[in-house]
Every structure is written in C-alpha cells, then in structure tokens.
C-alpha cells in the first residue's frame, strides 16, 4: 500500500494537505488542477484525503511496478492482510453483485469504491445517471444503519475502511460541480455524503462548560440568528449541517457562495470549540467563514471571520487525543 506523503511541484516538494489545498482552489476558481509529480519516479499523482484506518497520502494515477511509492499488492503473501482481500471474498461480504453500492433483497449490504472514479471517497461519492444505480443511491440514504464500506487498492485487492453511513443526497448543479473531479456534470445525478460510524466524539464537562442540553438550545438560537442575518443580506440559506462537510450553512447570492461554520455562545466573548474536519475545510476553502455568535440566546450579536483571521486572533489548546495502538517495527 502506498504512503508518500510528499509530492514534487515545479521542482519543489509539497506535503498532501498542501496538495488538497492547491486542488481545491483550483477546482474553486475553475482552472486546470497542478500537475502533481511523484518524488521516486516523477509520474503523474493526486493527493487522497484518507478515511477511516487510511491516512492521507499520494496515490499514482497509474501504477508503476517500479516505483515503491506506487499502490500495488506486492505479493500473494501482502494479500492475505487482514486487512487486504481479493475480489471473490469482497463479493461474499457483500452480497455480490457488480455496482458499488451492494444490495439483497432490497437492503444495502456494503460499499465497494475505487478511487479512480470517486476520489474523495469514501466521504463522498459521485452518483452516475441511471435508475438502477440512482435508486440504490436512494436506498443507501435511507438506510439508517452504516455499513461495511471496502475501496480498491489494486488488481484483485480491496481494502476495508469500515463503517459508513450517509447523511445526504445532493442534486443541486452547484453541489455536483464542486464535487465531481474530472467526471462529466451532465453525466452526474447527484453526490452522496457519508460519515464514519466510528466518528468521535467528544463530550465536555464541568469546569464551566454548559450541559449537552444548553449547548444544544444556544446551538440552534445561533443557526437561527445567522441565517436570518444572511437572508437579510439577500442570501439563500441551505443547512448542511447533517453532512459533516466541515461548515453548518452554505449560503447564495448570485454568484457569490460562502461556507459559513457557526458558533454560538452564552457568553460575551468568543470560546468555542472546532473539530479536526471543520478546521480542514477552513484551510481548503478560501470561501469559508466562521460565524461567532455571542449572548446567542439573550442579546445577539455576530462576529464573522476568514480562515486567516480566526487563525491569528484565537490559540488552538488540545482537550483531548485520540490513542491508536502502535504498530510493531
């Protein structure tokens, strides 16, 4: 399995989080995608975001068997992993079958995405055109339960990612240009948001913080009192906060689109709290705001910030670490 974590661009080196930022700008403004270059044998890569036990990384466009950065099986040996299967053993973990979205008797029994085609995978998965596939995507929104989710790492070589279960379907021509890649829109039905069943987290208490039942109320009173500004401002509102993209509110107007992330507070002074995957997006996305509302419940009052801004007025303290057990050498 591949793990180049660096790449080369205009002869110097970049790290993949570098990469997915430059991608996303371009893919934001509209203009070609730089050309990504492997640092062992200088083919064409893209940078992956990871998901569930797959960190982020850099994967060849096409597989270089010369290459050790490049994703192969290296031997018959490597695809006995636990963690590693063929394609037969995929087929009988989920229910068989050649669509990506696996199904029995009308109920979704797993994912199986490669890479190639939904590169964002698997928190987002593209949708083609067709009713067989469109109503599977269906059937997998309404599924409530997530479900063992495998993308493909090679010729007969899948890899298990976990469980995933998706939040939203999107067919908005807007949602569907920002998410399709290379693929053609008018090919795209719609783009599906998935969420790990293993998503953390973490819940705060004492020392001043309010319980899960205030937080909440000034939670919503904060939602409500953003949107109502935007819409006054001439906005269309769209809450997106179910599909764990990073921000709450994606808000219109003509041509203008603005992520809004929203924070709400009791207090007179700004203290909130932001996850790994919201300050991702804040990075990602030029067009991101976070959106501070202080004396939320009582009196009201909005603060709004760019990524670059929140950055310098706010210091970022860990409450807490997730521990995975250490490989062997």
């Known amino acids: 399995m591949a793990t180049a974590i660096l790449c080369k661009l205009e002869q110097r080196k970049i790290s993949v989080q570098e990469?997915?930022?430059?991608?996303?700008?371009?893919?934001?403004?509209?203009?070609p995608v730089p050309?990504?270059?492997?640092?062992?044998?200088?083919?064409?890569?893209?940078?992956?975001?990871g998901g569930g036990h797959t960190p982020a990384h850099f994967?060849?466009?096409?597989?270089?068997?010369?290459?050790?950065?490049?994703?192969?099986?290296?031997?018959?040996?490597?695809?006995?992993?636990?963690?590693?299967?063929?394609?037969?053993?995929?087929?009988?973990?989920?229910?068989?079958?050649?669509d990506y979205?696996?199904?029995?008797?009308?109920?979704v029994k797993g994912l199986a995405l490669r890479l190639d085609l939904n590169e964002r995978a698997p928190e987002v998965i593209v949708i083609g055109k067709g009713p067989r596939i469109q109503q599977r995507a269906k059937l997998l929104i309404d599924t409530p339960e997530a479900v063992p989710t495998y993308v493909k790492r090679g010729t007969n070589a899948w890899v298990y990612l976990g469980k995933y279960r998706a939040t939203a379907y999107r067919?908005?021509?807007?949602?569907?240009e920002r998410y399709r890649g290379n693929r053609i829109a008018d090919d795209i039905a719609g783009i599906l948001f998935l969420v790990s069943d293993e998503a953390i987290s973490v819940a705060v208490r004492g020392g001043g913080f309010a319980d899960p039942?205030?937080?909440?109320?000034?939670?919503?009173?904060?939602?409500?009192?953003v949107t109502q500004q935007l819409e006054h401002q001439g906005f269309t509102v769209q809450d997106r906060q179910r599909e764990n993209c990073g921000y709450d509110l994606l808000a219109r107007r003509g041509r203008e689109e603005l992520l809004y992330e929203v924070k709400g507070t009791d207090a007179i002074a700004p203290r909130f709290f932001i996850s790994r995957n919201e300050r991702k997006c804040s990075n990602?996305?030029?067009?991101?705001?976070?959106?501070?509302?202080i004396s939320a419940r009582e009196n009201p009052s909005l603060i709004v910030l760019t990524s670059a801004e929140m950055e310098a007025q706010f210091n970022f303290e860990c409450l807490a670490w997730e521990c995975t057990t250490i490989e062997p050498a």
Do not use: M
Not at 20 to 30: D, P, S, V
Not at 75 to 94: C, G, N, V, W, Y
């Open 35 to 49: 050309a990504f270059k492997c640092t062992e044998c200088d083919r064409n890569v893209r940078p992956h975001q």
């Open 101 to 107: 979205i696996r199904t029995k008797n009308g109920k």
């Open 59 to 98: 994967e060849h466009l096409h597989r270089n068997r010369n290459c050790s950065l490049s994703h192969k099986p290296k031997s018959k040996k490597a695809a006995k992993h636990p963690e590693l299967i063929d394609t037969r053993e995929l087929a009988r973990l989920t229910a068989g079958g050649d």
């Open 284 to 293: 990602l996305n030029h067009n991101w705001r976070l959106a501070v509302v």
């Open 171 to 176: 067919t908005d021509r807007s949602t569907i």
């Open 213 to 225: 039942q205030t937080r909440r109320e000034i939670e919503l009173a904060a939602i409500d009192y």
């Open 19 to 31: 990469a997915i930022r430059l991608r996303e700008i371009a893919r934001t403004e509209k203009r």
